[in-house]
């Protein structure tokens, strides 16, 4: 495995050296120089062909030289060198938080004063002598906020255990120690600057940082499980331990979407599990824990709506789930057959739950069924038709691209005019959806039609930065073509946001194509 790179020798000095390198390869590829031929050969080998190298690749074969791994790694190395020690304590505070386990390595063999900067970045890293020594020496170091966290904050949210496993009892016995010291072990800080909303300790471990250990102390020592953070999240992890831990300890489900959470992935032990422990069938979809505002919704509904399997539709009515309640004005089996949920559909059906369809949804229905003839004859029959959808109707496009098996469907409901742009849920139009989850063919299908590429999301994304940042971020990540989609929306014309972080958030492969990209782009002339 290539060497990560020292930016002290003979590699290329500055970032503007290296992308002059690359450029002068590209060059020589085009003329056939051999001895340029020869270096991007020793790096993809000969099937590839030289001549049509872009500069991503050119850019790939100088970090490769250089000893990096890849541009993306040669280029922080270039700059992490450069920054100054400010600069440097800060970038390893947000490296040990989100777990960039190289970009720790290369602060600290940097700078290994570093890692004793301050008393948040020993907690973060771990270190059990001198943060025992300093708690020793000064108790009230334990309550002094660090930046705009306290202590426990900086230990809670840190990744390192994913690092070294062997660091999680030490981390315990930092906790025991902090708390020891006076530490409040409910203790917040707000989540954006001036909010009200607070994220807890406990949060940290187990919904950012998966630390079940470390949650199970901060538990035992009264940690409040009901935070409005803690049990939602904990659905998020690969395993129900975390869920069952937050129960064990007093959770309540309440008026927290923690049960809906769990119906989005289809896990009927996580679904046993919350019926267990008070899960509501009943309840609404709050917008936010604490909050009045809510749909009609129940757990059947939404269920049909995430596609979960008439496995645990059952389940859910066999818990009381009112099959007589509409939502959009649907009963569940109109719901499932417009939504495309056959095994929900099926389900209903055979408990004599089956009911007449209207014609909006015998038009959805056959969208579901990929019958394009059978969608034009309900039309036909009712031209006011599509007045008499619903904005869950217009918007379920959104929801249908986050499978890829559902490209015929969209493709279909295209062709019968729904707007290729509507936003649905997260106010994401559907290739927002696409991009996230990385369905490159869904992808270019959107661009094909010429849907706007510069809108955002409720998150402040495009189709592009959604793109970048699904790459590092999304559940399914590992199943999706992230740079084929990258590379389709660039070919497309979105345009690449330095300032929105289009140019750091991705996978490395990712970032190498935008990174070429944006070079390309600026490059005078």
């Known amino acids: ?227 409005n953070e803690s049990l939602y999240h904990a659905t998020e992890l690969d395993s129900l331990d975390g869920v069952r831990l937050l129960f064990a300890h007093g959770a309540e489900i309440g008026r927290t979407n923690a049960f809906y959470r769990m119906l989005d992935r289809e896990s009927a032990d996580g679904v046993r599990l919350f019926l267990a422990h008070g899960g509501d ?85 056959c969208i579901a069924d990929d019958d394009g003839a059978g969608a034009r004859a309900v039309l036909a029959a009712h031209p006011d038709l599509r007045g008499a959808l619903s904005a869950q109707d217009l918007g379920r496009p959104t929801e249908l691209a986050m499978d890829a098996k559902k490209l015929p469907m969209l493709r279909l409901m295209v062709e019968l005019g729904f707007d290729p742009d509507h936003k649905g849920e997260s106010d994401m139009p559907p290739i927002h959806a696409a991009a996230w989850w990385g369905h490159a063919a869904t992808v270019e299908m959107y661009l094909g039609l010429g849907v706007e590429l510069e809108g955002v999301n409720m998150f402040g994304g495009t189709a592009l930065g959604t793109a970048i940042h699904g790459s590092m971020n999304c559940p399914g990540a590992d199943q999706g073509d992230y740079e084929h989609c990258v590379r389709s929306l660039l070919a497309a014309g979105a345009r690449i946001l330095p300032d929105h972080g289009h140019l750091e958030m991705g996978t490395d492969a990712v970032t190498a194509l935008v990174e070429a990209a944006w070079e390309e782009m600026s490059a005078p002339g």
């Open 1 to 227: 495995m290539p060497q990560e790179p020292n930016p002290t020798s003979g590699e290329p000095r500055t970032l503007a050296a290296a992308k002059r390198a690359a450029k002068t390869l590209r060059k020589a590829l085009a003329q056939g120089e051999p001895s340029a031929l020869a270096r991007f050969d020793a790096v993809f080998g000969p099937r590839r062909d030289a001549a049509a190298a872009n500069h991503a690749d050119c850019l790939h074969v100088i970090a490769r030289e250089a000893g990096a791994e890849s541009w993306p790694r040669l280029k922080q190395a270039v700059e992490t060198a450069a920054l100054d020690r400010e600069a440097r304590v800060a970038a390893l505070e947000r490296a040990v938080a989100n777990g960039n386990v190289g970009l720790i390595d290369r602060l600290l063999a940097l700078d290994p004063a570093l890692a004793d900067a301050h008393l948040g970045l020993q907690l973060a890293l771990a270190r059990r002598a001198p943060v025992l020594a300093a708690l020793a020496a000064e108790p009230a170091l334990a309550t002094r906020p660090i930046g705009r966290r306290l202590p426990i904050h900086h230990l809670c949210y840190s990744k390192i255990h994913q690092r070294d496993p062997a660091l999680v009892p030490v981390m315990v016995e930092l906790l025991e120690a902090l708390l020891a010291a006076g530490a409040d072990v409910n203790a917040g800080f707000p989540a954006e600057p001036g909010s009200e909303h607070q994220l807890t300790a406990l949060y940290g471990a187990i919904g950012h940082a998966g630390n079940l250990p470390l949650a199970a102390a901060l538990l035992r020592h009264g940690a409040d499980p009901n935070d």
């Open 281 to 365: 069938v009943n309840a609404p979809l709050y917008a936010h824990p604490g909050d009045d505002r809510h749909d009609d919704r129940n757990a059947l509904h939404h269920a049909i709506i995430r596609g979960r399997s008439g496995d645990i539709g059952r389940m859910l009515i066999e818990a009381g789930a009112d099959t007589g309640a509409t939502f959009d004005g649907r009963s569940p089996y109109a719901l499932a057959v417009a939504c495309g949920n056959r095994s929900m559909a099926q389900m209903l059906e055979t408990r004599g739950l089956a009911m007449p369809l209207s014609p909006a949804e015998r038009f959805l229905a």
